[in-house]
């Protein structure tokens, strides 16, 4: 038991409220002016930037992931995403105008640290984000942009995630002030609409008796898929892999319009889709997504602001969670995945803190 709660990875879904509100706090001044951490980067040369490419590892790329979307609409920068490990033996195409950013929790995971001082030495900018004072990335990075989840001590990330994505909006909302891309008025009223992202995450976790009920329904099924769309993508990959980490369940996460190119095939009466629906523009498409496995016998469970009337079907589950800005809903959609993740491995007598054959912090290749 730690502090009230019967492991820290209970502990850290609680904190996370905390932790993003930590994040978001005190970077902004009196004037709207948002301010980063250690920038060694000028704002002219930053103004000059053309294209970002993000690198990381496991939840950490999939924070990257989310914080693509913002970038790209933001700021109006392509960007470019891949996993550690293989953009460092890509040859990929970088420049002095490119800006490399590195997402890691530790700052200590070795191919992620390597990717971004290949990235330094061929000229680009680099920029990590990291929850560790100090670390090894932070220490070689020419800017860092620190979390402030506090330590994160279950091997699964849940809070320090929450936390990657609101630094990583930070920073694309910076961005986007710097080049203009946003009215100063626009970008204030972005900022606000992020510091509402806490209070919707607590309204969440309110929820967490509701949530539990509904994993305790799934524990008899064989197999997960995780669908989505746009920022839901990302939120199904987290969701998998938290449920695969903890729990050695098969589950796989897909964007939803894929599904009819080879994974429904898979699709059968012991398969849960879980299907990630905010409300926004392709709200009915995954809705839609989600007619062609149910017709072929899967169990459904929908991650949706509200009832969605006319949609369901009688054996249908779904997880409410509160409305906020559609680019920021991962961190609010993640929440019921990981109370499903967690929930199922303590219901299996399992350790959700020290998964099998992993390790916090991956310093070897
Ligand atoms: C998932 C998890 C791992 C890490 C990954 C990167 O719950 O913990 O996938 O996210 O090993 O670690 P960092 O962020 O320290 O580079």
Redesign the pocket.
């Known amino acids: 038991e730690v502090g009230g709660f019967s492991d820290f990875m209970s502990k850290e879904i609680d904190e996370q409220p905390r932790s993003l509100r930590d994040t978001l706090a005190g970077r902004v001044d009196q004037e709207g002016r948002i301010s980063l951490d250690e920038l060694n980067i000028t704002q002219e040369e930053l103004k000059t930037i053309q294209k970002v490419v993000i690198v990381?590892?496991?939840?950490?790329l999939h924070a990257g992931m989310v914080a693509r979307y913002a970038l790209e609409h933001f700021v109006r920068v392509p960007v470019e995403i891949d996993v550690s490990s293989e953009f460092r033996y890509r040859d990929p195409v970088l420049s002095p105008t490119t800006l490399v950013v590195g997402?890691?929790?530790?700052?200590?995971?070795l191919d992620?640290m390597v990717a971004l001082s290949e990235a330094k030495a061929s000229g680009a900018k680099t920029l990590v984000v990291s929850n560790v004072v100090g670390s090894s990335m932070a220490r070689m990075a020419d800017a860092v942009l620190y979390t402030r989840a506090g330590p994160e001590i279950s091997?699964?990330?849940t809070k320090?995630f929450i936390a990657q994505i609101g630094a990583l909006e930070i920073l694309a909302l910076y961005l986007a002030d710097l080049k203009r891309t946003l009215y100063p008025s626009e970008v204030n009223e972005l900022i606000g609409r992020l510091n509402a992202v806490p209070e919707a995450i607590s309204v969440a976790l309110s929820q967490i008796k509701e949530y539990e009920r509904v994993a305790q329904r799934l524990l008899g099924y064989d197999r997960f898929y995780f669908i989505g769309r746009n920022v839901g993508y990302p939120v199904a990959l987290e969701g998998a892999?938290?449920l695969k980490?903890i729990t050695y369940t098969p589950s796989e996460g897909y964007p939803a319009g894929e599904l009819k190119h080879g994974p429904i095939a898979m699709i059968d009466e012991q398969a849960v889709v879980v299907a990630i629906a905010p409300k926004g523009a392709l709200y009915e498409k995954v809705l839609a997504n989600v007619e062609e496995v149910r017709a072929r016998g899967a169990k459904v469970v929908l991650v949706v602001n509200e009832m969605p009337a006319g949609h369901m079907a009688s054996d249908d589950d779904v997880f409410l969670v509160p409305q906020v800005h559609q680019l920021f809903s991962p961190m609010v959609d993640v929440v019921p995945l990981q109370v499903l993740a967690h929930y199922t491995s303590v219901a299996r007598g399992l350790d959700p803190d020290r998964p099998r054959n992993l390790a916090?912090?991956?310093t070897v290749e």
Do not use: D, F, M, P
């Open positions: 990381g590892c496991g939840t950490s997402v890691s929790q530790s700052g200590e995971t992620t091997v699964a990330s320090t892999l938290k980490e916090k912090t991956v």
